[in-house]
Structures are given as structure tokens and as C-alpha cells.
């Protein structure tokens, strides 16, 4: 899936993050989200290559990198330790300023990026999310059904572990085709992907602790920062699968949602299909991305 991108560990703190690396030119970090791998990226991120350098990682606690232990107060998996991290693996392969586009968890990863290190993030693009604060507080019966898995795998451990472990391909399969568009299929490679990965328990603990983080510290973080006033300063591009009927229970879009959080200009749309845009609409989301990160990367 991606023929020609280099691919290693690299050791960021006392953890170690998989990552692939192609192309040359300005720099371009994508962050995939659950219950993924790097490899939802397949489909984008080469065509990326051809204008960009695209460094793709596996997450902290998904695919192939570390999965730290977690602690009492979820620190070890909160967005912001996440972001850190990344920002430590761009340094890394030699980059200091850089765009970033994240999916799902990895759009929540994105955002604490640009809020925490505003020095290294040039522009910053979402799909198919608004801030964890704002989700939490737009729960409604409607969208606590559709998400039920924020409040499920935010349990206390052993619960959500033993009940997903229990058959792995199972709970992964339902979720993907509950919130991917009618009749979609996935890639088989990159299916087969997800499940090598999604098996382990040391993945199956590190991405509850994920949804633990969402439900306490992430939430705190974003509290905070709303409280405080303090805003992204780059440009965001949203945008989310108009299949979900994404939004907030207000009835407002993700637009008017990212419009509180950013000091920068704010653009996006809906596009046809589910959840999963980098495989679903590849070609729709690198219409309006690619000429996004050609004005702000590097």
C-alpha cells in the first residue's frame, strides 16, 4: 500500500513510534484515528508524496508503535502527550514547521498540536471531528447512541479490554461498516491491517486508555483553553462525511464549531460518504487539501 515510502521505529522519549516517510517538499504529518492504523492513509498519502514530504506514524498505543502503561490520571495517552510525541518524531526526521491532517482520534491529536506547539504547526486540517469538549457537551439521545463507544471504552479497566478481546475482528468489523457509508468496502490489505493489529491486548488497553484520556484529561485541556481564551492560530480545513449528518445538537456545523476555537481563517464542507474520508472520498479530500497545504506547508 505504500510502494516507495521508507519505513522504521523511532525512538521519541522512552517510547517508540512506526512511521513511513515519502516524497520531497514541504513537510505534511497525517494522524489516522481508531480503531485504525497509519494504513487508512493508503489512498492519500501517496498522491501526497508527489508535492509533499508526507510522514505517516501509527499513534502512540496503535498499530506498530509503543504502547506505553497507562496511569491514574490517563496523562500517558491525553492528546497532548500524543502530540508531544509527534512533534518529537517531525523533529526528528529534521522537520520544525510542518502541516498537519488528522482523522478521528488523530484529528483530536492535531488539534492539541496547534494549541500546544503554535511555533510548529503552519496549518492544520480535520476530518470528520469537533473539539472532544464540544462533543461531550453536544450529547444529545441521538448522538449518545451513535457514539456509544465513547462512553463504552472510557470504562474502567478490565471491562471495555475484556469485552472487545473476547473476539477482536468482531468489534473492529461492526464499527467500521456502522460508520462507514451504506455499501462501502474497505481495502483488503488495509483491512487486513487493522485486524493484525486490533488483536493485540497491548493495543486493545492502549486505545481504551485513548477514550479514557477523551473523557477526563482531553476534556479538561479543552475547558481550559476555552476558559482562557486561547485559540489555534493557523488556518483549519474541515471536513466531514455528510452520510453521519456531523454537526452539534445545536444544529450547528463542524464550521460554526471550529470557528470558536481558531483566531485563523476557517474553510470546509461536507463531502459524500461516512466516516471514513481518506478511503471513502480519497479523491475529494485531496481536491480541497492539496491547494490548502500548497498555501500553508513548511
Known amino acids: 500500500m505504500f510502494d516507495g515510502f521508507d519505513s522504521g521505529h523511532f525512538e521519541i522519549g522512552a517510547n517508540s513510534v512506526f512511521a513511513r516517510t515519502s516524497g520531497d517538499g514541504p513537510p505534511v504529518l497525517l494522524i489516522h484515528g481508531y480503531p485504525q492504523t497509519h494504513a487508512t492513509w493508503h489512498r492519500v498519502a501517496p498522491a501526497l508524496a508527489r508535492d509533499f514530504t508526507v510522514v505517516v506514524p501509527d499513534l502512540r498505543g496503535y498499530g506498530d508503535s509503543g504502547a506505553p502503561p497507562d496511569d491514574d490520571g490517563h496523562l500517558a495517552y491525553s492528546k497532548r502527550a500524543m502530540a508531544e510525541e509527534l512533534v518529537g518524531l517531525m523533529a ?13 482520534r488523530g484529528a483530536r491529536v492535531t488539534y492539541r498540536m496547534a494549541l500546544d506547539h503554535p511555533a510548529s504547526v503552519s496549518a492544520i486540517c480535520s476530518l470528520d471531528v469537533v473539539p472532544t469538549g464540544d462533543m461531550w457537551s453536544g450529547l444529545d439521545k441521538d448522538r449518545a447512541l451513535g457514539a456509544f463507544h465513547w462512553q ?147
Open 92 to 104: 526528528q526526521r529534521g522537520f520544525d514547521r510542518f502541516a498537519v491532517v488528522g482523522h478521528d
Open 152 to 298: 463504552f471504552l472510557a470504562q474502567p479497566a478490565p471491562l471495555p479490554e475484556t469485552m472487545i478481546g473476547h473476539d477482536p475482528d468482531f468489534f473492529l468489523e461492526w464499527l467500521l461498516k456502522s460508520w462507514a457509508a451504506p455499501g462501502f468496502r474497505f481495502d483488503e490489505e488495509a483491512m487486513a491491517e487493522y485486524k493484525r493489529c486490533f488483536a493485540k491486548p497491548g493495543v486493545i488497553a492502549a486505545t481504551c486508555a485513548d477514550y479514557r484520556a477523551g473523557a477526563t484529561i482531553d476534556a479538561e485541556h479543552d475547558d481550559k483553553d476555552k476558559a482562557d481564551g486561547h485559540k489555534i492560530a493557523c488556518d483549519l480545513l474541515c471536513l466531514w462525511g455528510a452520510a453521519r449528518g456531523f454537526g452539534d445538537s445545536t444544529g450547528r456545523s463542524p464550521l460554526d464549531v471550529w470557528r470558536d476555537w481558531v483566531a485563523g481563517e476557517v474553510s470546509g464542507r461536507a463531502v459524500e460518504c461516512g466516516h471514513f474520508l481518506p478511503e471513502e472520498a480519497p479523491d475529494t479530500v485531496l481536491e480541497d487539501l492539496v491547494p490548502f497545504l500548497l498555501a500553508h506547508a513548511g
